[in-house]
């Protein structure tokens, strides 16, 4: 994976993330000002479209490294050194797809499920996605 690549990775996962937890902010943790509010935060509905705008990118990105990183890693035989990068290829279907059924759904009890199965794969991609950068760092640092 080129630099290149690796920053446009990285841009579009820190607008995902960003535009996405300010998003569950406002729709989870914030009350409408009054009881004839539709939403709870007259920026929500930009932080909706803002998300939904940034997430092709990401997934995008995830495509750009595709061949070059993440099936060459797939190829490895060491596992040790290929968990992080597992779950994520793992989780990132059920976020990308739960994201997207959410906003084409017709019936609450899938908007319902899509939103809590996004929340759930999205947070756990976010975290691990973190600790493996974070490993990619602290094991170049050793070399």
């Known amino acids: 994976m080129n630099n290149v690549d690796k920053k446009y990775l990285y841009i579009s996962f820190i ?5 996405g937890l300010i998003y569950a902010w406002m ?9 004839w509010d539709v939403m709870n935060h007259p920026y929500q509905k930009y932080l909706q479209a ?18 070059g990183h993440i099936r060459k890693k797939i190829k ?3 596992k040790r050194k290929k968990r992080t990068g597992m779950i994520l290829v793992l989780l990132f279907l059920p976020m990308v797809f ?7 759904s017709q019936s609450s009890f899938m ?10 794969s999205s947070f756990a991609w976010s975290l691990v996605f973190v600790i493996h950068v974070l490993e990619l760092k602290k094991n ?3 070399v």
Do not use: C
């Not at 729709?27 to 009881?35: F, K, V």
């Open 27 to 35: 729709i989870y943790l914030m009350a409408p000002e009054n009881e």
């Open 76 to 78: 490895i035989r060491e």
């Open 50 to 67: 803002s998300h939904i705008l940034f997430s092709p990118l990401l997934v995008f990105s995830i495509g750009l490294i595709w061949e």
């Open 98 to 104: 739960s994201g997207y059924i959410s906003q084409v």
């Open 15 to 19: 607008l995902t993330l960003v535009t």
């Open 140 to 142: 170049l640092n050793r």
């Open 111 to 120: 908007i319902d499920t899509n939103k809590i199965v996004h929340l759930i």
